[in-house]
């Protein structure tokens, strides 16, 4: 055997061998960085329930209310839910055509820490046109859209606030 | 991993608990990599040596594929969300192994040696059994935490198995250190590696019940956290043990295995500092008291700090030297960073066990700098792999034993490695999955076998918590 292919050779062993170091690496490396974490607003909630946050990350868009066809996204609608007020404040969820849950009930979409939300207290989502929906699930303590308390499902202009509890949340762009 | 639908009338969507992804194709993928790795170092060897591939190269290949395919799909189906690393891991320090086993059992040097025997099928018979044990850890081990019943069983059998080669007529004296017991028929057998397991198990149990009292009732003094003198009672129990086993086996590297081992167990269950300050001064101590009577340990020790002057009393001819330390050294030194190539080494020359104990310095001279750091890598990761399943197990049982595995088998690494190279006085252990050796092989693809199952214990998604939203009630405002 010729000394130019046992060379090659060698180098080649050893390249493949740190190949296969650096794969294994890579590995480690997916599996710590694998989960998406959203950052929930108030510390302690985070600390409360952070396998819940990971879970609502990892969870792909859970029952797309309409499928693609049925209406393309109208222009100026909001593309994110904000919490501005309560234990939340700060927290993001992207608008993507689901039904966002809201209330204490630990499979929420948002799980509120607050002691005068119901368990299941209300729900957003959108109907045929895209416009996204409030409603009261029969909460104890009513839901409110500006002042006024919600009796039926209500069309939500771009920045009301939604006061449930003590927590306030709006739409945004 | 199930998406649960809401039976009320509204269409709420509930967002179900999503479980880690189990990565077994990862593991599947990086396994045809560990497999072909040593393939080619196979093929390698045959053209270097021979100027041919070697005949048996498919059989080989097929070989050490199939039984990797068991692990896996035993795996896949006893343990799906365990590590993804550790099998391949394992491996392919197997199958390196024995390529260059085999690769020796090719010198012309070694085969003309008296006691040569065909190294190779054997290793791979009693890789085929280690797979074979790792298969029934995972399928009969349903979950760890059924050892933990075992504690004091274990205390037991591990003393059994550390005393066994003492016994008249059952332990055989191998040049030296008597850490082997020979078995008519069967041929000989390291009880000391299946003890590193069991003596785990034991500890982990102990440890689990014990540790609040180890680490809260202590003084401290000079920074240090000392403990009550009837605390200290298992540590010095533990060590008299450990150098016992130095004065009447003679083996250095299996009792600096069993006390490390416990030490490191102690500082993780304690999380005291002064439980490493404690075992590193009574190793010393005993290492050095031991060292001042015990002859062979003293041949070891003269050995390790003039190895040259050792090997030249052996090329006299003066009884009792060994050349080995030197000739290990050299080996390295002449492998240079990139190594002669597989094959092309002259490491035979260590004759006597330059297959098990020496087999590191085959690879330094073959392999290199580069290639014996990426060996050394692949143990690091398997250790870290391990500690990682520690940090990740939620019972204290799981996270002490998975630490005392992870830690035996890096000690191991470090004695074996320290030995060969010059670092510390060499023993009679051999290097996990690389060495010939059966009891190592076996023993270590049960440790792996148990650390998957505590791995796979720890990643499991949780299960989802009780539904129980209205623990506390809403409360009503009242204007």
């Known amino acids: 055997m010729s000394e130019l292919t046992l060379t090659v050779m060698r180098l080649g062993f050893l390249a493949v061998l740190w190949l296969f170091v650096i794969v294994a690496v890579q590995v480690i490396r997916s599996d710590l960085f694998g989960t998406r974490v959203t950052q929930r607003g108030s510390r302690r909630e985070a600390g409360r329930q952070p396998q819940q946050a990971q879970r609502q990350a990892a969870a792909p868009p859970p029952q797309r209310q309409q499928p693609s066809g049925g209406g393309r996204q109208r222009r100026g609608a909001p593309t994110k839910l904000v919490v501005s007020e309560g234990t939340l404040t700060g927290t993001t969820v992207a608008l993507q055509g689901q039904t966002i849950t809201l209330g204490r009930a630990h499979d929420s979409t948002i799980v509120l820490d607050d002691d005068y939300a119901s368990s299941r207290h209300a729900r957003i989502y959108p109907d045929r046109d895209g416009q996204w929906i409030v409603e009261d699930l029969g909460s104890t303590n009513g839901t409110y859209l500006d002042r006024t308390r919600l009796t039926t499902p209500t069309p939500i202009p771009l920045g009301a606030p939604i006061r449930i509890g003590k927590t306030v949340i709006e739409l945004r762009k | 991993m199930s998406s649960t639908t809401n039976t009320s009338t509204h269409h709420t969507s509930t967002i179900g608990s999503i479980g880690t992804p189990s990565r077994r194709n990862t593991e599947l993928a990086l396994l045809l990599f560990a497999v072909a790795i040593p393939v080619f170092a196979y093929a390698n060897v045959g053209l270097a040596i021979n100027d041919q591939v070697p005949p048996g190269l498919l059989g080989y290949g097929v070989g050490l594929g199939l039984l990797a395919g068991v692990g896996h799909l035993v795996v896949r189906k006893f343990a799906p969300y365990a590590d993804p690393l550790m099998l391949p891991l394992a491996t392919l320090l197997n199958g390196l192994g024995l390529v260059v086993i085999w690769r020796l059992d090719q010198s012309k040097r070694l085969q003309a040696l008296p006691t040569f025997v065909s190294a190779a099928p054997r290793q791979l018979l009693y890789t085929a059994l280690g797979i074979a044990l790792f298969v029934a850890v995972l399928i009969?081990?349903?979950?760890?935490?059924?050892?933990?019943?075992?504690?004091?069983?274990?205390?037991?059998?591990?003393?059994?198995?550390?005393?066994?080669?003492?016994?008249?007529?059952?332990?055989?004296?191998?040049?030296?250190?008597?850490?082997?017991?020979?078995?008519?028929?069967?041929?000989?057998?390291?009880?000391?590696?299946?003890?590193?397991?069991?003596?785990?198990?034991?500890?982990?149990?102990?440890?689990?019940?014990?540790?609040?009292?180890?680490?809260?009732?202590?003084?401290?003094?000079?920074?240090?956290?000392?403990?009550?003198?009837?605390?200290?009672?298992?540590?010095?129990?533990?060590?008299?043990?450990?150098?016992?086993?130095?004065?009447?086996?003679?083996?250095?590297?299996?009792?600096?295995?069993?006390?490390?081992?416990?030490?490191?167990?102690?500082?993780?269950?304690?999380?005291?500092?002064?439980?490493?300050?404690?075992?590193?001064?009574?190793?010393?101590?005993?290492?050095?008291?031991?060292?001042?009577?015990?002859?062979?340990?003293?041949?070891?020790?003269?050995?390790?700090?003039?190895?040259?002057?050792?090997?030249?009393?052996?090329?006299?001819?003066?009884?009792?030297?060994?050349?080995?330390?030197?000739?290990?050294?050299?080996?390295?030194?002449?492998?240079?960073?990139?190594?002669?190539?597989?094959?092309?080494?002259?490491?035979?020359?260590?004759?006597?066990?330059?297959?098990?104990?020496?087999?590191?310095?085959?690879?330094?001279?073959?392999?290199?700098?580069?290639?014996?750091?990426?060996?050394?890598?692949?143990?690091?990761?398997?250790?870290?792999?391990?500690?990682?399943?520690?940090?990740?197990?939620?019972?204290?049982?799981?996270?002490?034993?998975?630490?005392?595995?992870?830690?035996?088998?890096?000690?191991?690494?470090?004695?074996?490695?320290?030995?060969?190279?010059?670092?510390?006085?060499?023993?009679?252990?051999?290097?996990?999955?690389?060495?010939?050796?059966?009891?190592?092989?076996?023993?270590?693809?049960?440790?792996?076998?148990?650390?998957?199952?505590?791995?796979?214990?720890?990643?499991?998604?949780?299960?989802?918590?009780?539904?129980?939203?209205?623990?506390?009630?809403?409360?009503?405002?009242?204007?």
């Open chain 2, 140 to 479: 009969f081990l349903k979950d760890h935490r059924v050892l933990q019943r075992y504690t004091y069983i274990s205390m037991m059998g591990a003393l059994v198995l550390l005393v066994l080669p003492l016994v008249p007529g059952l332990g055989a004296n191998v040049y030296g250190a008597k850490i082997w017991i020979s078995i008519p028929g069967l041929g000989t057998l390291q009880p000391g590696e299946f003890a590193k397991i069991v003596l785990a198990v034991f500890f982990a149990g102990y440890l689990m019940v014990k540790r609040d009292a180890l680490a809260l009732a202590s003084r401290r003094f000079m920074g240090l956290y000392l403990p009550r003198g009837r605390d200290l009672g298992p540590i010095v129990v533990v060590w008299i043990i450990s150098i016992l086993v130095l004065v009447f086996e003679t083996d250095l590297g299996t009792s600096l295995l069993f006390f490390g081992m416990f030490v490191v167990m102690l500082y993780v269950a304690t999380e005291r500092t002064s439980w490493i300050v404690f075992g590193l001064l009574m190793s010393a101590v005993g290492a050095v008291g031991v060292a001042s009577f015990e002859p062979h340990v003293q041949q070891r020790v003269q050995a390790w700090l003039n190895p040259l002057r050792e090997y030249k009393l052996s090329q006299q001819g003066v009884f009792g030297h060994s050349e080995q330390s030197m000739e290990a050294l050299w080996a390295f030194g002449s492998g240079g960073t990139m190594g002669t190539g597989l094959g092309q080494g002259n490491s035979d020359l260590i004759k006597f066990a330059a297959n098990s104990d020496f087999i590191l310095a085959t690879f330094g001279e073959e392999l290199g700098l580069a290639g014996l750091m990426a060996i050394l890598l692949l143990y690091g990761l398997i250790v870290e792999r391990g500690v990682r399943t520690a940090l990740a197990a939620r019972d204290p049982f799981g996270k002490l034993l998975a630490v005392g595995l992870s830690g035996a088998f890096a000690l191991q690494v470090f004695v074996v490695a320290g030995g060969v190279m010059g670092l510390i006085p060499l023993t009679g252990m051999t290097m996990p999955f690389l060495a010939y050796g059966g009891s190592s092989v076996i023993a270590n693809w049960a440790l792996i076998g148990i650390l998957l199952r505590i791995s796979d214990t720890a990643r499991r998604p949780a299960p989802a918590p009780a539904p129980n939203p209205d623990a506390e009630m809403t409360q009503v405002v009242r204007p």
